[in-house]
């Protein structure tokens, strides 16, 4: 199984440390695909705003038929995010 190096949340600071935060903000805890990205926190912080641009965005698809189809494409592709 391969290993990626983290930050643990209790050891993060600065602009990590603010990430980390707001995700235990909006989800209730760091999930391990933000925490995968804690060594680059300006990728991190790019990545989640791409995901809420995507997601919640205006776009011609509502957020249920976007989730639904995240869902899809991730079961497809044998992904369980």
Not at 16 to 42: C, H, T, Y
Not at 51 to 79: D, N
């Amino acid at each position: 199984m391969p290993w990626i190096e983290q930050i643990p949340v209790k050891k993060a600071s600065g602009l990590l440390k603010q990430l980390f935060d707001e995700a235990i903000e909006r989800a209730g805890r760091v999930w391990n695909i933000v925490r995968i990205m804690s060594l680059n926190p300006p990728v991190m912080q790019h990545s989640m705003a791409f995901y809420a641009t995507i997601m919640k965005g205006k776009s011609p698809l509502s957020r249920v038929q976007r989730e639904l189809l995240a869902a899809v494409v991730s079961a497809e592709v044998k992904c369980h995010y």
